[in-house]
């Protein structure tokens, strides 16, 4: 088993950047993901990350968002750049111990963070 918890979300100006961090305890695994859940919609994935540092990101996550993990802490980020209104939504990191392509759908992840809320005002 592994416990996420996530942090680093808050309220923030279209054009401003946050950096979400998920600390995985005990440790990091394999598969690592980000997804995002706004309000009335589906929770959709934005990327997901392997232990061998192959990456996955949404079409719509290329330009502006950044996954990347830091196995020495544990704990896996999203940088998130030029934000705008339809970013926000509820962020959750997800872990999986199996190895293969480390998409973003949600089924490919059996354990998930609690999630940090970003809000973006125009």
């Known amino acids: 088993q592994v416990q996420l918890v996530e942090s680093g979300g808050g309220s923030v100006q279209a054009g401003g950047s946050l950096r979400l961090s998920c600390t995985a305890s005990?440790?990091?695994?394999?598969?690592m993901g980000w997804f995002r859940q706004a309000p009335g919609k589906e929770r959709e994935g934005v990327a997901g990350?392997?232990?061998?540092?192959?990456?996955v990101y949404a079409n719509y996550a290329k330009a502006r968002f950044t996954i990347s993990r830091d196995n020495a802490r544990n704990t896996l980020y999203l940088q998130i750049n030029n934000l705008q209104p339809e970013d926000t939504a509820m962020y959750s990191c997800?872990?999986?111990?199996?190895?293969?392509?480390?998409?973003?759908?949600?089924?490919?992840?059996?354990?998930w963070g609690q999630g940090t809320q970003v809000t973006v005002s125009s």
């Open positions: 990350s392997h232990s061998d540092g192959t990456v």
């Open positions: 005990p440790g990091m695994t394999i598969c």
């Open positions: 997800a872990a999986d111990f199996r190895g293969g392509y480390c998409n973003t759908v949600q089924g490919r992840y059996d354990y």
